[in-house]
């Protein structure tokens, strides 16, 4: 353990530094383990914080070798986590700071500060590295322009900016935008460029660069033209121009998260950048353009306009990742984006919502920031974001956008503020919607339906259960979307959004001719759970006849759930009727068969297992897997007919596209395989295994052999093939895993973590065997408890090493008390033993501590 509790920060607590930083000198002299960084930093006084201050700066692991201010050495007082100048030995007014520090970017396996990766320099500084690059503020309400000189060999040196100078061994970049220091970027290496030019919509020509390692220059492609169709976009749907002659784009294969929106030089962990259909499947083509377009968003919403303190990460997090939701739902097919997003919500922000990880959009206060990079903060902020856009209306939610670019462009904003554009856009009153950022949980809504005389009224209930740190909830501001049908299926109430204020609340609908069948939450209008007891019947005939293509969906999901959870529960046959169903979605040509293959997944295990718990039940995750297999069995038995031709029809032959439509069709034909791999002992998996010329397929046909107990000879194949492709030996790793039997799953893990390519100090490939390991439901809850030790013998492991990889992937026990008194406490032990161990990081620390409370 941690030798003192480490200290949360607080919300409360929040003041302005007590100096402005008017310019920002960084001059790096390149060395593996040694090198140099000479910083000159003008400070002037706060005026918001008059008096006399200390100088108090941020740093941690670095050498000092020299400190000055104006000119004249001076000797800090110096701790772990920075220095202090006390303000005796300041000037009264402005001063410049001149310090020479050294650091070790190849020790550096945190991956957090300036690092090595396979001989490239490169940084992260978000939330806090900056301060292990050198003394500074590090903190984002500190805005400064920088100037940075690069000196090395290396061929290609890159920072934030334009380029301004350049000679043998060195350059320089000038970045005129004011940026807090989590935003600096510095990238060297031995790097080519695929390049490209976009002419923004005041006519200036930006060049393009995206740098990568020789050799995965045919694999950029994607990545480029997503960059392109992003700046198009924000041009016409934000009016947002790009600001610098240059965006530059870095491919790392280290990397703890996605990407990082630093100003002008995005570094993206290379698997959402290198794609070709070979390599790549159609859900990393979706993911690229996607995180593409969320960095190259944050321009405006993050870096232009920045958060005032962490607290307030949700501000350009949950806005970008509305605004990149917004971006494919356009570029791709709206109700499919809109339920994969919903799917996501649920499989992780609702899971972390009900458990003890549950914090607001806003949290209040945390030991360590890396650990509130959530579901809550990105997802759910995204939510928070479309729920305001669904009660101001379209011109509300733009005329409040673009007041908000024009009152705090430049500026380091809070909540209070975004909140205060829509108010003042709108003329509304958001102190009750503010609700949605403080308050954690997930609100549960009951309705009661009453028909009397041609008026029929829905009467909603809203209750969120406590959460840690917040006992009782008040209600909140609930959009819930509703239409009406007639029992012939036609729409007789269009859709309209009931504004839900109260804890109990009714709408009534006047002059309908006869009893409608209500299609609630349409759209999935607020992140809620809807609390519904309906008739198969009814579920099945919105399934068939609901406008609203989420909700049709939705109906077919709950009626999957209500399948399963009868079959698990009560051991009851499959339900012919919900099959019937199913088929008739399947042979339905007019649906867009990315839909259809939706509608043919089922929930996940995951899913289930909570869905039981909130039952009251306590879920049995071998039960769980063995349940779901049977209904999936049971389906391909009854509709083996329209699978096979559905199969066969969707096959796409000719040059692989990876545009929404030919993916749709693959999502289409993947599902029905996995439903014909359970009674046609893996002969078409194989087939396509062995005949796939794109990723897609041929990943989609092993998954099904492994999950159907073979696959032996094609795992071997598949690693000859990509042995040296490691974005594919991740998949390679990630596949086996995922998909073992329940009893294999620790033991195939175990077995490859002693694989020479198991390279766990990259954490894209921990991901793969360790995530893997996590998602496998009923694998990970195998009864011995084999793979909750394992899973807590690597994290251990990377800790030392890798404080932030660790802490996230502790949640995979977050789920621990929805099960039984023996996994409960095999769980907890691991918890306590990680908790127990010596020398554990913060990160670590903090959220086993937290998940085990
Ligand atoms: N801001 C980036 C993701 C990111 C978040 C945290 C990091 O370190 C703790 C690093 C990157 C994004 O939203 O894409
Ligand atoms: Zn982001």
Redo the contacts with the bound molecule.
Sequence with gaps: MKDAAPQPTLLADYRPYPFDVTGVELTFRLSPEATRVVARIGFAPNPARPGRNDLRLDGEKLKLHSAKIDSKPVKPDQDAEGLTVPASQLPDGPFTWDAEVEIDPKGNTAL?GLYMSGGIYCT?C??E?FRKITYYPDRPDVMAPFKVRIESDLPVLLSNGNPTAKGKGWAEWTDPWPKPAYLFALVAGDLVAVSDTFTTMSGKTVDLNIWVREGDEDRCAYAMDSLIRSMKWDEEVYGREYDLDVFNIVAIDDF??????NKGLNIFNSKLVLASPETATDGDFERIEG?IA??YF?NWT?DRITCRDWFQLCL??GL??FRDQQFTSDMRSEPVKRIEDVLTLRARQFREDMGPLAHPVRPESYIE??NF?TATV?EKGAEVIGMLKRLVGDDGYRKALDLYFERHDGEAATIEDWLMVFEDATGRDLTQFKRWYTDAGTPRLTVAEDWSDGSFTLTFTQKTPPTPGQDKKKPRVIPIAVGLLNPNGDEVVPTMILEMTKATQSFRFEELASRPVPSILRGFSAPVVLDRDVPAEERAFLLAHDTDPFNKWESGRALAKDVLVSMIGKDEAPSQSFIDALGRVLTNDSLDPAFRALCLRMPSEDDLAQTLHDAGQVPDPEAIHAGRGALSKAIARSLQKPLVATYDAMATPGEFAPDATSAGKRALRLACLWLLNHIDNGTRAAALFASADNMTESHGALACLIEGGRGTREIGAFYERWKDNRLVIDKWFMVQVLHAAPKDAAPTAERLAEHPDFEWTNPNRFRALLGALGANHAGFHETSGRAYRFYADWLLKLDPLNP?TTARMSTAFETWSRYDVDRKSMIRAELDRIAATEGLSRDTYEMVTRIRA
């Design positions: 957090e992260q978000e939330a590295g703890n998260m996605g990407a990082m929106e995180v969320h960095e944050h993050g350009k997090e970008t990742v920031i890396n990079y990105y932030q």
